[in-house]
């Protein structure tokens, strides 16, 4: 989950009674949540249950505290994959504005909310939003997040609304790829930090055959990503490649490239400051008529 300050595991826990660790505890109609544990796998549909709602909740009470708020009225602005957004927009705002009214409990601070509205914005754009007039050329968007890899074309700065591909290939299979392998080669487990710490910087205090494994795996990786790109019809000799979202350490740490055909958007945040971006200017807009 990423705002447009925090950034945290999607994972949570739910218990019908109080647990034992309390630290990162949200209490909501009357069930406790434990956030940040575990891993919640992907789903394409999000509202299948409650546990992105809750976690919707989180991340308001995150951005709120940098605020030294308790209180507000806010408009939530989010996204979803690229050529997914038309389709469930309308579901999602629906599941995102269910109580006009919230309050819940969060690290044992009561938050007291009123959600005005839900904006929804497609992924990999967002990220590029506040800059994206000011490309020239053909440019190649790729969001490589931990469900999806978004693919958008810009030419001369506007979208493609014919060149944009969704694809459920995402960093975390990149994990449970080096997990499996690892096992296989090695007869060992390891530790899903120890990877994540790999993948992260390139490297970690561990034995110099372990690491060769793992960035041995990750490198097969993303060279998955660029020939899933070239099948989307990337051309890295006359195209530029904007990187963004997780997968962008990936790509940084694992494949030779050109600095001058390969950039990448910085901070791990960006696409949810597109996002607060794209709702500005919308309302700034709707203000004026």
């Known amino acids: 989950m990423k705002t447009a300050n925090c950034c945290f595991p999607t994972g ?55 605020e030294n708020l308790t209180e507000a009225h806010i408009v939530v602005a989010a996204g979803l994959p690229l050529t997914w957004t038309s389709v469930q927009k309308a579901d999602f705002k629906a599941y995102l504005s269910k109580n006009a009214e919230v309050e819940f409990v969060y690290k044992k601070t009561v938050y007291h909310i009123y959600i005005d509205d839900v904006r929804i914005y497609p992924q990999g754009y967002a990220a590029i939003a506040s800059f994206a007039t000011t490309l020239k050329g053909v440019n190649l968007i790729a969001d490589i997040g931990n469900g999806t890899m978004n693919v958008l074309y810009m030419i001369n700065g506007k979208p493609q609304q014919g060149k944009m591909f969704t694809e459920k290939f995402e960093t975390y299979q990149c994990t449970l790829s080096v997990r499996e392998q690892f096992m296989r080669k090695t007869n060992r487990e390891i530790n899903d930090a120890i990877i994540d710490e790999v993948l992260i910087t390139g490297t970690a205090n561990i034995a110099s055959a372990d690491l060769k494994i793992i960035k041995g795996i990750a490198a097969e990786y993303v060279r998955d990503i660029f020939r899933r790109l070239r099948d989307h019809g990337y051309d890295e000799t006359t195209m530029t490649l904007y990187v963004t979202g997780g997968g962008g350490c990936l790509v940084k740490n694992f494949y030779k490239f050109s600095t001058d055909q390969v950039k990448f958007v910085e901070g791990i945040c960006a696409a949810a400051k597109g996002y607060e971006y794209l709702a500005e200017a919308q309302m700034k807009v709707e203000a004026k008529e």
Request: aromatic fraction near 12%.
């Open 12 to 66: 949570v826990t739910t218990c019908d009674h109080e647990p034992l660790f309390t630290g990162d505890m949200l209490t909501y109609n009357g069930r406790y949540y434990l956030i940040s544990e575990g891993h919640k796998e992907f789903a394409p549909d999000k509202i299948k249950d409650e546990d992105y709602y809750v976690l919707t909740l989180a991340a308001i009470a995150k951005e709120l505290k940098t």
